[in-house]
């Protein structure tokens, strides 16, 4: 399969795993079909979309291609109707939260990496953009405090994907190995942080 094959069908899966997540969201605070269609949808595409604005990519991937909003509402509309049977699995919510942290990471860093080449900075930013932009304005939409900013290794795991992706490619793996071993290492972080709750230091309080 092409990269860029490979690339595609890769975003349109962590919109379809983050989709479920702003579906899932939706239903607990008692939404109806429409809300439940606009959270999955602004999870979904909201973190490459604003990849896209910073990179300076016009018009956005979510606008240009119709698969995005397609592959977001088919996704709320499943879940609307399977959530019955769903419905207490917590862990399942967050599972895919942590697969579209770990392929958005990958695809962000991607995208940066064919526009910018081998700059850290502008990697990092899209890769983290992707990730994590669409999990907090689905928190904020519900008014709740953001997962990134107070659950295990969130934005350090995206933060470590990318460092990952950036290391291999520049040992001269390709492309794609490189995305691979980056969505396996933020998802895998992000999922051990979970069940060892690992998380970074905080102020204390008197």
């Known amino acids: 399969m092409p990269v860029q094959d490979t690339v595609l069908a890769l975003d349109l899966f962590g919109t379809m795993a983050f989709a479920v997540t702003g579906a899932f969201k939706a239903i607990e605070h008692k939404a109806d079909i429409v809300g439940i269609i606009i959270l999955a949808t602004i999870t979904g595409v909201a973190g490459g979309t604003i990849r896209d604005v910073v990179l300076g990519h016009f018009p956005p991937h979510s606008v240009s291609d119709p698969y995005y909003v397609v592959i977001t509402v088919a996704t709320a509309v499943a879940i609307f109707f399977l959530y019955p049977r769903l419905q207490g699995h917590w862990n399942l919510f967050l599972k895919f939260d942590a697969i579209g942290l770990g392929v958005f990471t990958a695809i962000g860093s991607t995208f ?95």
Do not use: Q
């Open 112 to 206: 940066a990496y064919e526009a910018y080449g081998m700059n850290f900075l502008a990697i990092c930013l899209g890769g983290m953009m992707t990730a994590i932009g669409g999990g907090i304005l689905r928190d904020v939409f519900v008014n709740e405090m953001p997962l990134v900013f107070e659950k295990e290794l969130y934005a350090s795991a995206s933060f470590a994907g990318v460092v990952v992706f950036f290391l291999f490619l520049g040992a001269g793996f390709n492309l794609e190995f490189a995305g691979i071993i980056s969505i396996v290492a933020a998802t895998s972080l992000r999922l051990v942080a979970m069940k060892y709750n690992w998380n970074l230091p905080k102020a204390r309080e008197r």
